[in-house]
């Protein structure tokens, strides 16, 4: 089954700082990868997909992901945290069968003034 | 353009009765995808619906069932209920399958449920 994994439940970056999130896939065949934010009491919110393609991939609100085949990871990066970046990040893979996805666990992030 | 529209936002229910949520999805959106989110489980996939007709089917009982309307919009309705099934469930829609937006899941608020 295609699944992620993301190792963090937790990440804690001091505003200004570069963040990253890490998410590692396990696909049959070419991924298609996807990050997601919810933040409190919301839905959740498309950031950046990976589907072909350039490996560095660059989404909403400054966020990227470097697509590593070798390493079968697809990490979330962005160069310079904000305090509202604080919330509830999600890897996602598409299903083999169909455009449903599937979900890591979440990693939260909080990014302290 | 109006989101995905996802009613009610709050629901209590007791152990045993029946749930239904409801879903409308964004203009256009033939694809319909309904998630469970329950504390400490993430986000686990329920049913996907397109075109009126159930395309596939995560990992849940029977008595977890929904349908699409000719409008696309939908409905998730839970049957007796069990104090675990207390979650937000999460309604999110994409557009034609095989076209690329069909690969981009637009989500909903969500619904949350609470079984007493």
């Known amino acids: 089954a295609q699944s992620v994994a993301q190792p963090e439940d937790q990440v804690n970056v001091a505003e200004g700082n570069p963040l990253t999130v890490k998410c590692t896939y396990s696909v049959s065949g070419n991924p298609y990868l996807f990050w997601y934010v919810q933040y409190p009491n919301r839905g959740l919110q498309f950031l950046l997909k990976?589907?072909?393609?350039?490996?560095l991939v660059k989404g909403s609100y400054g966020f990227e992901a470097e697509f590593n085949k070798s390493q079968t990871s697809f990490h979330l990066k962005k160069p310079s945290a904000l305090v509202s970046d604080s919330a509830l990040y999600f890897c996602?893979?598409?299903?083999?069968?169909?455009?449903?996805?599937?979900f890591g666990k979440g990693t939260s992030l909080l990014v302290t003034p | 353009e109006a989101g995905v529209t996802q009613s009610p936002t709050h629901l209590i229910k007791t152990r045993g009765q029946q749930a239904t949520l409801r879903c409308s999805p964004i203009s256009g959106h033939t694809s319909v995808y309904w998630y469970q989110q329950a504390l400490g489980l993430g986000l686990q996939f329920l049913l996907w619906?397109?075109?009126?007709?159930?395309?596939n089917r995560g990992n849940f009982p029977p008595r977890f069932s929904g349908r699409q309307f000719p409008n696309y919009s939908s409905e998730l309705n839970v049957n007796a209920l069990e104090l675990e099934d207390s979650a937000l469930y999460l309604c999110?829609?994409?557009?034609?399958?095989?076209?690329?937006?069909?690969?981009?899941?637009?989500f909903g608020a969500g619904s949350r449920l609470t079984v007493l």
């Open positions: 999110a829609s994409s557009s034609v399958v095989g076209t690329p937006g069909a690969n981009v899941l637009t």
């Open positions: 996602a893979v598409r299903a083999y069968s169909g455009y449903a996805l599937n």
């Open positions: 990976y589907i072909t393609g350039d490996n």
């Open positions: 619906y397109d075109e009126g007709e159930e395309r």
